[in-house]
């Protein structure tokens, strides 16, 4: 392969990864513009993968409250916005003020970044939204690499952030810049919003997008978010929903100090068997939740829904050899997948203040707080939830006649997003990666909750769409976190595509 030029080893590497997937084939040839585009990214592989190879080196944890590595996120954002001024963007870097967190301590917020390029109002406006800071990594935590120095291994690149989110915003620049470097118009207007504080819960992003709301999103006609993965190898998605994520403290207390169980074990209501009954009370065995009215709110299964799950390509086995699990709660992949997108879901997180040591020591703890979330679904609303949650839960507690104190409190209530896959940019977005992979995308949704994309929807009110570029074995947040080459490369061809697509439907 060595003999060979950038651009044949791209073709061949692309080649040989669809084979293997033998999901589908190489796509024809794109004719004209999209061609000198294709073979500009192809050829310029290289300087992209250099870039993120800079980029990763940044050590924008936005986890940690440390001063050093907020230090790390302002220059991460500063290379950010020298990038896109250097592709002729306008570019504001707008001060957010400070973070207090709870041990006192204050800490400046990294800016966040709006830029545009083009305002031609005969061409749509699409926005980009990507962020710029990383989840905790070190080495001695399981990483074969330095997590910060980007290392390719069999065209995988390895390194924190590679997938989440890096990756995918340099994808997007990828494909500005390729435009720019052929000295072609730009297809569409473009704007950025780029943060670094999602991994930390988003800090000051939402008051911003408010603020900026009939500013810079007053002309926006499109967002596009490029944070999530598809469902697998080798198959590209395109992502018209998330759930929303209800989380609650239970707290049962006897009193601040912990007993001796042979001083007091059996003339106590005990905090512990409360707490316990309480979060057995929560879910049963296959996964149905017991809390009364709480399916009521949940949209009804249409029969167009029901026939998009089909089509969704899935091997269950390697799904379940994957994931090393014995065996899922479902037997088939529409099951599954339901129960993972469209259905809610409540998982029990933790106890605090309960002994959890190594050894036995024989203690009845005073008080005790139990921690679960309930993964939320259209049309759940959180206050109704917050509501049936307490109700249920006091219920379960009177009937235990104990004498300690019982207090349910909803810490996070984040609503779920669905976007209409009717829309235009879903329609450019299909037939791009028609385009570039050859195939029709997985229309999936995703458990998770991502709340940027009902913020959008809900304050800018225009259509939310999410592209992800990384295969469901990126590893975000986890060890060996990698971006494949071939998503990055292609993803800026995508990227490239969609513009000229959206250009076309607008």
Same mark, same amino acid.
């Given at each position: 392969?060595?003999?060979?030029?950038?651009?044949?080893?791209?073709?061949?590497?692309?080649?040989?990864?669809?084979?293997?997937?033998?999901?589908?084939?190489?796509?024809?040839?794109?004719?004209?513009?999209?061609?000198?585009?294709?073979?500009?990214?192809?050829?310029?592989?290289?300087?992209?993968?250099?870039?993120?190879?800079?980029?990763?080196?940044?050590?924008?944890?936005?986890?940690?409250?440390?001063?050093?590595?907020? $230090?790390?996120?302002?220059? @991460?954002?500063?290379?950010?916005?020298?990038?896109?001024?250097?592709?002729?963007?306008?570019?504001?870097?707008?001060?957010?003020?400070?973070?207090?967190?709870?041990?006192?301590?204050?800490?400046?917020?990294?800016?966040?970044?709006?830029?545009?390029?083009?305002?031609?109002?005969?061409?749509?406006?699409?926005? #980009?939204?990507?962020?710029?800071?990383?989840?905790?990594?070190?080495?001695?935590?399981?990483?074969?690499?330095?997590?910060?120095?980007?290392?390719?291994?069999?065209?995988?690149?390895?390194?924190?952030?590679?997938?989440?989110?890096?990756?995918?915003?340099?994808?997007?620049?990828?494909?500005?810049?390729?435009?720019?470097?052929?000295?072609?118009? =730009?297809?569409?207007?473009?704007?950025?919003?780029?943060? !670094?504080?999602?991994?930390?819960?988003?800090?000051?992003?939402?008051?911003?997008?408010?603020?900026?709301?009939?500013?810079?999103?007053?002309?926006?006609?499109?967002?596009?978010?490029?944070?999530?993965?598809?469902?697998?190898?080798?198959?590209?998605?395109?992502?018209?929903?998330?759930?929303?994520?209800?989380?609650?403290?239970?707290?049962?207390?006897?009193?601040?100090?912990?007993?001796?169980?042979?001083? #007091?074990?059996?003339?106590?209501?005990?905090?512990?068997?409360?707490?316990?009954?309480?979060?057995?009370?929560?879910?049963?065995?296959? !996964?149905?939740?017991?809390?009364?009215?709480?399916?009521?709110?949940?949209?009804?299964?249409?029969?167009?829904?029901?026939? @998009?799950?089909?089509?969704?390509?899935?091997?269950?086995?390697?799904?379940?050899?994957?994931?090393?699990?014995?065996?899922?709660?479902?037997?088939?992949?529409?099951?599954?997948?339901?129960?993972?997108?469209?259905?809610?879901?409540?998982?029990?997180?933790?106890?605090?203040?309960?002994?959890?040591?190594?050894?036995?020591?024989?203690?009845?703890?005073?008080?005790?707080?139990?921690?679960?979330?309930?993964?939320?679904?259209?049309?759940?609303?959180?206050?109704?939830?917050?509501? $049936?949650?307490?109700?249920?839960?006091?219920?379960?507690?009177?009937?235990?006649?104990?004498?300690?104190?019982?207090?349910?409190?909803?810490?996070?209530? =984040?609503?779920?997003?669905?976007?209409?896959?009717?829309?235009?940019?879903?329609?450019?977005?299909?037939?791009?990666?028609?385009?570039?992979?050859?195939?029709?995308?997985?229309?999936?949704?995703?458990?998770?909750?991502?709340?940027?994309?009902?913020?959008?929807?809900?304050?800018?009110?225009?259509?939310?769409?999410?592209?992800?570029?990384?295969?469901?074995?990126?590893?975000?947040?986890?060890?060996?976190?990698?971006?494949?080459?071939?998503?990055?490369?292609?993803?800026?061809? =995508? #990227?490239?595509?969609?513009?000229?697509?959206?250009?076309?439907?607008?």
């Amino acid at each position: 392969v060595s003999a060979r030029s950038p651009l044949q080893a791209s073709s061949l590497l692309a080649y040989l990864v669809l084979l293997e997937g033998g999901m589908f084939s190489p796509s024809s040839p794109p004719a004209g513009l999209l061609e000198r585009v294709f073979r500009y990214i192809d050829l310029h592989q290289n300087e992209f993968v250099q870039i993120l190879t800079e980029w990763v080196a940044v050590e924008s944890d936005s986890v940690q409250p440390v001063p050093h590595l907020r $230090q790390e996120l302002f220059r @991460m954002m500063a290379l950010a916005a020298d990038k896109l001024r250097c592709l002729g963007a306008s570019v504001d870097s707008v001060d957010t003020g400070f973070q207090q967190l709870p041990d006192g301590q204050t800490l400046p917020i990294p800016p966040i970044i709006l830029a545009e390029l083009g305002n031609d109002p005969k061409k749509p406006t699409v926005c #980009f939204y990507g962020h710029l800071d990383v989840q905790p990594a070190r080495q001695e935590d399981g990483w074969l690499t330095d997590p910060y120095t980007l290392t390719e291994v069999d065209g995988k690149l390895y390194g924190r952030g590679a997938t989440d989110n890096k990756g995918p915003v340099l994808a997007w620049i990828n494909a500005v810049s390729t435009f720019r470097a052929l000295e072609e118009d =730009l297809p569409v207007n473009i704007k950025f919003i780029i943060e !670094g504080m999602e991994e930390a819960g988003s800090v000051a992003l939402e008051e911003l997008v408010r603020k900026e709301k009939d500013r810079f999103f007053s002309n926006v006609d499109y967002v596009v978010i490029s944070d999530n993965l598809w469902i697998n190898q080798g198959k590209p998605a395109l992502t018209y929903g998330t759930r929303g994520n209800s989380y609650f403290r239970v707290e049962v207390k006897c009193r601040d100090q912990d007993f001796h169980s042979g001083t #007091f074990g059996g003339i106590l209501h005990e905090p512990m068997a409360d707490l316990v009954a309480l979060l057995g009370s929560l879910v049963d065995s296959s !996964g149905h939740i017991l809390i009364p009215g709480i399916y009521d709110q949940v949209a009804p299964l249409t029969e167009e829904e029901r026939k @998009m799950y089909k089509a969704i390509d899935l091997d269950l086995e390697e799904y379940r050899t994957s994931s090393h699990v014995k065996k899922f709660l479902f037997d088939t992949k529409e099951e599954i997948l339901m129960h993972l997108w469209r259905y809610p879901s409540l998982s029990i997180h933790g106890i605090e203040g309960a002994f959890d040591e190594p050894g036995a020591k024989t203690v009845i703890p005073g008080r005790v707080i139990g921690k679960f979330s309930i993964r939320l679904v259209p049309h759940m609303d959180t206050s109704v939830v917050e509501k $049936q949650v307490k109700q249920h839960l006091e219920y379960i507690f009177s009937k235990r006649n104990s004498s300690n104190q019982m207090a349910v409190s909803m810490t996070l209530g =984040l609503q779920p997003w669905m976007a209409n896959i009717k829309d235009n940019q879903y329609l450019a977005a299909k037939r791009a990666i028609k385009t570039v992979f050859g195939t029709e995308p997985d229309m999936t949704r995703d458990g998770s909750t991502i709340p940027i994309a009902r913020i959008f929807q809900d304050i800018i009110q225009k259509s939310v769409m999410m592209l992800p570029l990384g295969a469901v074995d990126d590893g975000e947040h986890a060890q060996n976190e990698k971006i494949n080459r071939w998503n990055y490369i292609e993803g800026s061809k =995508l #990227f490239a595509a969609f513009f000229l697509e959206m250009a076309k439907l607008h």
